[in-house]
């Protein structure tokens, strides 16, 4: 099967234009944005270009279709509020260029897909939480974004939706291509992972709610001080969670909103998100155990109200041996002895995919470690080498 390795990269830089802002390859394409809704347009045309029947689903996951039985191969085409060009990206061009390839070859085809909302503007992997079932419309639809947008009002702004999920029986399996977005292979001679297993998920919003006062007149020790609160509860928390957690567990308090966030006045009220991954599912239980207990305490000690939106997650899971084996097996075809197995430990929509069917990964590395930032790049002979690995396990696949 002939790839286009140059096609393949263009395909990513054009996906780019899309959004492109900031320093270096940045890009701002959040789910349901102007550029989020193009990019998918331009992708549709695509899928179409090699063959395959375009079914955009109720979520705005867009999927191109081969007839009958097929592997389904992508990611996702939005990005975080400040992101790179590859994560996601990556993924859907990898299947892109593979589906055109096996199409001008007349080779079995292959489905592609671009998941929606994978970056949580709404929920978490939102379009693949939806496709396996892990979220329901109805509820999905009462998820706002940070400014209050509703999920029902932006999937809206997209058109062309299909009232039906697609059939998940039509799929062998989903491979998902992927930059490692950490410092694992930076700086080795790897060159590419083949994904054991993805870490899991929590993620809440927390709100504290005390009394907005006078800044210059009101003593410090009557003060019901929200941003007190917080920073006390963001120090006790870190000592706290000490007990309970590995070198591996990670933990961010990553937006917080302060009202009415001004210099003159005590602020009334932060609402900020809570968010801890762990490959332990215990340990997360746990962790949300001392969360909540250290909250309990700080609101008691500052006067204030506590109050939680919804606790949403995913499981950790294992990827799929037989899909495993086959990339490992063109790894060693591809990559030789520049690959080896690895966690996840960012969340990817092959967690949600995991529960219809079977699901594996592969990443390449990230230089630098650095993703969910402008600067976030893989070396250009890193990205071909991933694609050739993913394009010889299809062969082996189907
Ligand atoms: O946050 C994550 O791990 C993913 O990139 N959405
Ligand atoms: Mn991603
Ligand atoms: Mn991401």
Redesign the pocket.
Known sequence: MPLDHQRFLDSLHHLRSFGASGVGKGVVRPAFSAADIDARAWLADQLRACGLTVHVDPAGSVFGLAEGKSLLLG??TDSQPEGGWL??ALGVMAALEIAKARFEDGLAPVSVVSFQD?EGRFGVTTGSSLWSGTLDLVSADTLTDQSGVAFAEARALMEGKSAEFVDPARFSGFIEM?IEQGPVMDGTADVVGVVSDIVGIRDMKITFEGQQNHAGTTPMALRRDAFQALSGFNTLLNERLRNVVTPQTVWTIGHVSLHPNASSIVPSKVTFSMQWRDGDADRLARMEAVIRETANEIAQIHEMKLSYGPLLGLEPVAMDKHLRTALQESADEHAQDRWRTMPSG?L?DATNVSALIPAAMLFVPSINGISHAFEEDTDESDLVTGLDVLAGAVAHLV
């Open positions: 990611s996702h994560d996601g994978e992927h960012a990817h």
